[in-house]
């Protein structure tokens, strides 16, 4: 019976990445809180920013959910499994995550200088 463990991985991480996105872009808290949200010392410093880095970075949520599964569909055709190509994924999701908020913290300071 063959495994496709990373297969099933990607498509979670993809979920939870297409999620995340969606629910920063479209419907993100509407008040600067410390318990969900982009939650950066410059993403809170007022109302403003704390929209911006919600819009930038659901935008990039998505782009990054649908990069996943495009890599699950790939990994399912090619039939990549196993501990050491799980490793990987999870090395990527979690280097894909801080491009994400290096991202946004960069277009942050760009966006609002002071």
């Known amino acids: 019976m063959e495994s496709y463990s990373t297969t099933i991985i990607l498509v ?3 979920i939870v990445t297409l999620l995340t996105g ?3 872009y479209y419907d993100p808290p509407k008040n600067i809180n410390f318990f969900f949200g982009y939650r950066t010392k410059k993403a809170m410093k007022d109302q ?3 929209d ?3 819009n930038f970075s659901g935008k990039l949520f998505l782009w990054f959910g ?8 790939l990994a399912y055709i090619i039939n990549l499994n196993g ?18 908020i290096y991202w946004t913290e960069k277009a942050l300071g760009k966006k609002f200088k002071d």
């Open 22 to 24: 969606y629910w920063f």
């Open 66 to 73: 649908l990069g996943l599964i495009l890599l699950a569909l």
């Open 52 to 54: 911006f880095a919600h």
């Open 83 to 100: 501990d050491v190509a799980n490793v990987v994924v999870a090395i990527l999701f979690g280097i894909g995550t801080l491009i994400i």
């Open 12 to 14: 979670f991480l993809a």
């Open 48 to 50: 403003q920013r704390w």
